[in-house]
Each structure stands twice: as structure tokens, then as C-alpha cells.
């Protein structure tokens, strides 16, 4: 069973651009959720989508946006990027929202630069 | 602010030996906790997990205790390999949601 797919890898953008990220979860799993990871804040949780619909979301400016499709694939979105935005972008993806009942499984991450 | 911290950056352990891996947290809403392990550039993968309804979870080598009353959590490893050298995130979950509160993570070095 193939895993947690994100593209591009690797994305080098400049200050003010903006930058869309993919996720491809589990086939089967139905929640996706998205993580900033940087040096100095660890893992920070950025929303969570299950079934289309946007469960949860983390304290993040509304320049964070994310969506879900009907296939379970998601995306993210960053606009007007700041240098503080470089970091390491995760996807999760579960079977189900429960975070008790259902294992996350983590794709590999997105680096996102930002000059 | 961060409601759960690793306050260890590094750890490193002679092969065969007890690794431990502390995590304490701040909110006393939170009732489920758990351990990832990742290697570089690889996602995090889950390793144990426990219930705050316990105070111990084991699995293989892996064993996780909870000392509610302390707001604190270990990962102890024995015996340690030089396959367990990766970085260690301690992660929690509120009572109320599903939304992760991970720590910074501590990177341990298995050293043959």
C-alpha cells in the first residue's frame, strides 16, 4: 500500500508570493492533516480536513488555507509568503478523525524556502 | 506558548543501554499522549502511545510512563540500537479535540 504522498518536496519562493502544497493520503484514509515544522516550535498542528469539511485549525493568520477534494486529496495554501514561513510542511492522514482510534500516518514533508 | 516541551535537544546513549526521553506539558486538559519517531527526511511514524487513564504503556522496548500529577511523560528504550538514533517528538491531545500539541523533540544518537 503506497503511503503519504507530498509534492513538490522541495519549493523555493520569494517574500509576497504565494505557494500551493498537495497531499495525497493512504488510499482509503478519508481525514488529512497539515503541520508546520520548523527548528525553534517543533510540529504545529495547522488544520485538519475529514470528509471534505475543515474539522479543526490551529493558530495560524488566515494566509494558512486548506481544502479537501472528494478523492481525499488535499492541498494547502500560503499567500503573500513571509521568510518566517520556511519550514517543513507535513500531511497526515488517518482512516477517520479520531486521533484515539486512528494511527496517523506522516508523508515525507514539503520543504518550503522562502528568500 | 508551547503547552508541551522537550527540554532535552540531544541525547546520546552507549548501544545496549536504557535511553530515556522526558516530556512535560502545561495543560491538564489533555488525555491522550503519544511518541513519533523520525528519521531524516522521512514523515514522523508512530511509535507508542498511552491513556492518561494509565500510567504505563509498554511495547517491545519501547515503554512509556505518566506522571499525571507531575505533567510528565518518559520514553525509555531498552536496549538501545543504532536503528533507534532518530529525532523523538512527544505529542499530546486535549480531552475536547483532535488536534495534536507536539514538542520540539529530542534527537537521540545510539552510539555502537
Known amino acids: 500500500k503506497a503511503g503519504v504522498t507530498q509534492t513538490p518536496r522541495y519549493l523555493i519562493k520569494t517574500r509576497g508570493q504565494q505557494v500551493t502544497l498537495s497531499c495525497s493520503p493512504i488510499?482509503?484514509?478519508?481525514?488529512v492533516s497539515w503541520y508546520q515544522q520548523t527548528p525553534g516550535q517543533g510540529l504545529q498542528f495547522l488544520f485538519e480536513y475529514f470528509s471534505e469539511t475543515q474539522r479543526n485549525k490551529g493558530n495560524f493568520p488566515g494566509r494558512f488555507s486548506g481544502r479537501q477534494f472528494s478523492n481525499s486529496r488535499s492541498e494547502m495554501n500560503v499567500s503573500t509568503l513571509e521568510l518566517g514561513d520556511s519550514a517543513l510542511y507535513l500531511c497526515?492522514?488517518?482512516?477517520?478523525?479520531?486521533?484515539?482510534?486512528?494511527?496517523?500516518?506522516f508523508g515525507p514533508g514539503t520543504r518550503l524556502t522562502v528568500t | 506558548d508551547q503547552q508541551v516541551k522537550q527540554n532535552s535537544p540531544s541525547l546520546s546513549v552507549q548501544e545496549g543501554r536504557i535511553s530515556i526521553l522526558n516530556c512535560d506539558y502545561t495543560n491538564s486538559m489533555f488525555d491522550y499522549f503519544l511518541w513519533y519517531k523520525k528519521y531524516p527526511a522521512e514523515g514522523p511514524t508512530f511509535l507508542i502511545s498511552i491513556s492518561s487513564i494509565k500510567d504505563k504503556n509498554e511495547d517491545g522496548r519501547f515503554t512509556v510512563f505518566l506522571n499525571k500529577s507531575a505533567k510528565h511523560l518518559s520514553l525509555h528504550i531498552v536496549p538501545s540500537q543504532p536503528g533507534d538514533s532518530a529525532v523523538y517528538f512527544c505529542?499530546?491531545?486535549?480531552?475536547?479535540?483532535?488536534?495534536?500539541?507536539f514538542g520540539t523533540g529530542t534527537s537521540l544518537t545510539v552510539i555502537p
Open positions: 488510499s482509503g484514509h478519508r481525514s
Open positions: 505529542a499530546a491531545l486535549l480531552n475536547t479535540g483532535n488536534q495534536f500539541y
Open positions: 497526515a492522514s488517518s482512516l477517520g478523525p479520531s486521533a484515539r482510534l486512528y494511527e496517523q500516518y
